[in-house]
């Protein structure tokens, strides 16, 4: 490829936040002084450069929270640093909701506005804030400000949300919830924040909890603590039986991923340790971004080195040498958490290059998405770590023969991987005794909305729908529950009387509805639903990647279909209208190219299904 | 490959001796490829016909030998399939969602269905988004059996059922949006399109994205399957998503070589020649009085196969055979645009 930079290469400041992250150019040939002695005759390049290309979100993200946006100038020296065609960078740059590749203020408060917070009043906060600060995305007062509409923050059980982040020589990103306008106007004024507290353990009087037994307890910031209450155990119980026993055992507990597309954990780590082909690599995804969904941020903040253990198990098993950690870019505390783990890990010999003195080496890379909801589809993924756009690849080849760099990998969720550490420690087939018979262990609900003590719950696969509402309090103020979403905005609707259906892989299955990631959000009968609906339809919008035209155009149909049906502009008679929303899913389910599209109508249509739900 | 040897495969200085002795006889033409086994066959299902194929072929290659046409738009057969307009999607029993006949290879035993219910309703509704959401006027094979219009009628497409489509984008609003949150949807029963003024940055072609389908054929084009110039790449996300130089920058300002590659793989004149624009927006351009002459490419050593479109004695546009060994259906600037000396030729 014949790199072609046009124009300025970035500022000094641009270059210094870039060269933090990449190390000082080499030679003129990356965008280093040019030294005609040593530059001039020879040309740098080749495999070697390109192969760098996965460090170009990495890149991106020094400039953005160096300078609160990437210009054309900051771009380019990018692109010559990595030799990367600046258009492909710019696609990339833009494709991404967190980056700004037109001047903006340094100080921004991203304020979530889906369907969780406002159940809590974001909508009325929003127009509060457009009153006193202007409208978003506008810059407030000096120029230094601004702030923006944002999809879920993972913050529901703490609703309203907002993430400030404040470019700059010294970064800052925090979240805040609950907040109001004039904490927002506040912290806009100050550009400082301090972190929100630790997650609190909702069940922490519980004994027998298994995935959230240091929640809210034990230190997440200390190895030593973690070690004290049963951590490592796992991993060096793994070292002992081989990774063969390790396979045996996953699969003998019936495991089935946690992500939302409940594949068996067991099978897919077997299917990768088969593979000829090398390297392997582990992926945790904790890309956690269906609204509504909050149950791996709450692992992450609360039990971090629980994670890195069981990638590290999971590398054991599937012979990986080299894993990533994919978190998703708005969850600044469980980031900070997690590198915290892994570098106090890597520091006592837990990762490396002999863990544990077994001889068997691992090591996690840490990467930040950059807000887009696609990056959780585990394809999505892997383009992103790339350094590429978010756009699922067509499937199959399935990943545990040709993921990520193009090599056999095993991608679980955060909540999947911290299962595995009991089934390593009591085996599998005391897991399997946990649950049913088609859904085994213990499971997380992230119960959200009109309940009166929202947070993440875990019960023993086989609970109710009921029990777990009963569990977070009920609906406050005795008031009637209108409706329940499962599943999150890729999930369906269901009554009342759902309520004793058990929340199990099977018994949602053969009820038509779905597990999804574990969300149960609440809407009593004042909630507006048709407003729900509509937040619903403009998630998949915003967030389709654009690739197929199922979802691309069809995401845009449907909410142009709910908009005029509440604005009672109907094109046609109401009945036809209704075909043509049910015409519009179908088509996106059946021919869109990944999971997105194909559930993006899934809620908006069981609404519909529902006797009296909604009025259109 | 045998009777090549090289001087460095033997370090014994005696054999080393002898091969200079009597170097062994030149061949008389260059050596051929190894033999390629040829590949076995692959039973499978289509609509209930029972068929038989080479393993390695498309669900579409394998309908195409059945004689059933299925429709298309983002493949073209010099370009690996990307599989993104989802116009082909088959059925096939076992599988959970549609898949795309253009990419997707045959199996054993694999039983498709071109024609079902799901197929019918999935290639309607993705022709009614397509034709509600962008200009198609131009687009696709526009021999009368095949074109856009007549897969809109077998399936029953009604574009209309969206509403009237809403206001065209100004000229660089488009390039300006960015990812995430955007205004909803007003309700006044409108459908959003991408229609928006033509690009015209040069002289050489023009591009109006109003026609474009996002179908990455010119992406692909520009970059690693043929020119690797890399000068467009797909920006921003969702429906707001198109095609675009870096920083949106005009095409002179860009990394373009102008090798018109990307007009030679768009299926829906998105792109296209400068001279075949100003023709049509005179009213000018006529097909049907045009002449196609298949020739070499005057310049250079390669020996490119071009295609020479004239029109009242004057060539209007060039492009290359798809099949040709040589070009593959691409071009470099001198071949694909390098033909004004001939229409500036004294008349005698």
Not at chain 1, 508 to 530: H, K, N, P, Q, Y
Request: charged share 20%; hydrophobic share 40%; aromatic share 6%.
């Amino acid at each position: 490829m014949d790199l072609h930079v046009v124009g300025p290469l970035a500022s000094p400041v641009e270059r210094a936040a870039v060269d933090a992250i990449l190390g000082a150019p080499e030679s003129g040939w990356v965008g280093g002084a040019r030294d005609s002695g040593t530059d001039g005759h020879a040309s740098s390049g080749g495999h070697a450069l390109r192969a760098r290309r996965s460090q170009l979100l990495p890149a991106l993200h020094a400039v953005q929270s160096r300078i609160g946006w990437i210009s054309t100038p900051a771009l380019n020296y990018i692109c010559k640093r990595l030799a990367v065609a600046p258009a492909e960078a710019y696609g990339v740059a833009t494709f991404y909701a967190l980056y700004a590749t037109t001047p903006r203020p340094p100080v921004v408060a991203h304020v979530c506005d889906d369907i969780a917070c406002r159940l809590a009043g974001a909508e009325a906060l929003c127009g509060d804030l457009t009153r006193s600060l202007g409208p978003a995305g506008e810059p407030i007062g000096d120029g230094r400000a601004t702030w923006l509409r944002s999809p879920c923050l993972g913050l529901c059980d703490l609703a309203p949300a907002a993430l400030f982040t404040t470019a700059g020589e010294r970064p800052v990103m925090v979240s805040a919830a609950p907040v109001d306008s004039a904490g927002i106007a506040a912290r806009l004024e100050s550009g400082e924040g301090s972190a929100r507290p630790a997650p609190v353990g909702r069940q922490a009087e519980r004994g027998d909890l298994r995935l959230l037994r240091r929640v809210g307890i034990v230190d997440p910031g200390s190895l030593d603590d973690y070690r004290a209450s049963g951590g490592y155990r796992a991993l060096a119980r793994a070292i002992e039986i081989g990774p063969d026993r390790v396979l045996e055992e996953v699969t003998a507990s019936k495991l089935m991923g946690r992500g939302g597309a409940a594949f068996p954990t067991g099978r897919k780590w077997a299917a990768v340790a088969a593979q000829s082909a090398q390297p392997h690599y582990v992926v945790c995804n904790a890309d956690e971004s269906e609204p509504g969904t909050f149950k791996d941020r709450v692992l992450l903040e609360g039990d971090p080195f629980a994670t890195v253990e069981a990638m590290t198990i999971a590398a054991f098993a599937t012979r990986a040498s080299l894993g990533y950690l994919y978190i998703r870019g708005e969850y600044p505390e469980a980031e900070w958490r997690v590198t915290n783990a892994i570098d106090r890990a890597r520091a006592a010999g837990l990762l490396g290059g002999d863990i544990l003195g077994s001889g068997f080496a691992f090591d996690i890379e840490l990467r930040r998405g950059a807000g887009a909801y696609i990056c959780g589809e585990e394809t999505a993924l892997f383009e992103s770590i790339e350094g590429k756009r978010g756009e699922p690849r067509n499937k199959p080849p399935f990943p545990v023969e040709i993921g990520l760099f193009g090599k056999p990998t095993v991608v679980n969720n955060v909540e999947t991987l911290a299962n595995v550490l009991s089934i390593v420690t009591d085996g599998g087939e005391s897991f399997a005794q946990i649950g049913t018979e088609g859904s085994t262990g213990p499971k997380l609900f992230c119960l959200s909305g009109h309940v009166a003590q929202p947070g993440v719950y875990e019960v023993e696969f086989g609970a109710t729908l009921g029990d777990l509402i009963t569990l977070a309090g009920g609906v406050p103020g005795g008031r009637a529950i209108r409706t329940i979403l499962l599943g999150g905005a890729a999930g369906v609707f269901v009554g009342q009387d759902a309520l004793d259906m058990p929340l199990t892989f099977e018994a949602t299955r053969a009820a038509g509805a779905t597990l999804g990631s574990g969300v149960i959000m609440v809407f009593d009968e004042t909630a507006d639903l048709v407003d729900t609906l509509r937040r619903i339809a403009q998630f998949f919008r915003d967030e389709s990647c654009g690739q197929c035209v199922p979802c691309r155009v069809g995401s845009v149909r449907q909410e142009e279909l709910l908009a005029r049906l509440a604005a009672g502009s109907r094109v046609r008679s109401r009945e036809e209208e209704l075909i043509l929303l049910r015409e519009i899913g179908q088509a996106m389910r059946d021919a869109s190219i990944c999971g997105l599209g194909q559930t993006a109508s899934s809620a908006i249509e069981s609404a519909f299904r529902q006797p009296g739900m909604v009025n259109l | 490959m045998t009777d090549q040897v090289t001087p460095n495969a033997t370090s014994d200085p005696d054999v080393l001796a002898a091969i200079l002795r009597s170097p062994p006889a030149r061949a008389s033409r260059p050596p051929g490829p190894p033999p390629v086994e040829a590949p076995a066959s692959v039973e499978l299902t289509i609509d209930g016909v029972a068929v038989s194929v080479p393993d390695g072929t498309t669900i579409l290659g394998a309908c195409g030998e059945q004689g059933i046409d299925t429709p298309t738009l983002c493949y073209v057969e010099n370009l690996t399939p990307v599989n993104v307009c989802r116009v082909c999607v088959v059925e096939v029993a076992g599988s959970r969602v549609l898949v795309p006949a253009c990419s997707r290879k045959v199996e054993a035993g694999m039983d498709v269905q071109t024609d079902s219910e799901r197929v019918r309703l999935s290639r309607k509704v993705v022709l009614e988004f397509l034709g509600s959401s962008v200009d198609l006027s131009l687009t696709g094979p526009i021999t009368p059996d095949r074109s856009i219009a007549a897969y809109a009628q077998r399936y029953g497409a009604d574009a209309t059922r969206f509403g009237p489509p809403g206001q065209p984008s100004a000229a660089g609003e488009r390039d300006r949006l960015e990812s995430g949150h955007h205004h909803g949807p007003t309700g006044d029963a409108t459908a959003a399109t991408v229609a928006q003024p033509t690009k015209i940055d040069n002289e050489l072609y023009v591009r109006d994205y109003s026609k474009c389908i996002l179908c990455y054929k010119c992406v692909d084009a520009c970059g690693e399957e043929a020119q690797n110039t890399f000068a467009i790449a797909v920006a921003g996300r969702g429906f707001d998503a198109r095609i675009s130089t870096e920083s949106a920058v005009p095409l002179p300002e860009s990394a373009c070589v102008y090798c018109g590659n990307c007009i030679g793989v768009c299926p829906t004149g998105a792109l296209m020649f400068k001279s075949e624009y100003d023709m049509r927006e005179s009213g000018t351009w006529d097909e049907s009085a045009q002449t196609v002459t298949d020739t070499i490419c005057p310049y250079c050593g390669v020996g490119c196969a071009v295609s020479l479109h004239a029109q009242d004695d004057r060539i209007v546009k060039v492009t290359s055979p798809t099949d040709s060994s040589v070009t593959d259906g691409h071009l470099c600037i001198k071949g694909r645009f390098g033909f004004e000396f001939v229409n500036n030729r004294p008349k005698v």
